[in-house]
Nanobody, 115 residues
């Protein structure tokens, strides 16, 4: 599976952003998908996960502001981020879990929150 993120950029504090992750390849083998993020100088942290049937889980620190969703017909994963603040500045990576091949990663998309 190949994953390509998009939708990152420079956003003012308090703003919103929707990230996308387009999947191609052996998409029929994908089960769960999700997002991690890595802030400058920090480790990569898990953010959210969605199963093939749409069940979701979020990191406690972000669950009130983030919404993960997926459009299986378009093979695309989304992450809506609201009320952005400086702590959301990070590179956001999507992943896809396949039964046979394990986890695949996208290349990441930069989100910068600044006035």
């Amino acid at each position: 599976v190949q994953l390509v993120e998009s939708g990152g950029g420079l956003v003012q504090p308090g703003g919103s952003l929707r990230l996308s992750c387009a999947a191609s390849g052996s998409i029929f083998n994908i089960n769960g998908m999700g997002w991690y993020r890595q802030a400058p100088g920090k480790q990569r942290d898990w953010v959210a996960h969605i199963t093939k049937d749409g069940s979701t889980n979020y990191a406690n620190s972000v669950k009130d502001r983030l919404t993960i969703s997926r459009n299986n017909a378009k093979n695309t994963l989304y992450l809506q981020i609201n009320s952005l603040n400086s702590e959301d500045t990070a590179v956001y990576y999507c992943y896809a879990d396949e039964i046979k091949y394990g986890r695949s990663w996208g290349q990441g998309t930069q989100v910068t929150v600044s006035s």
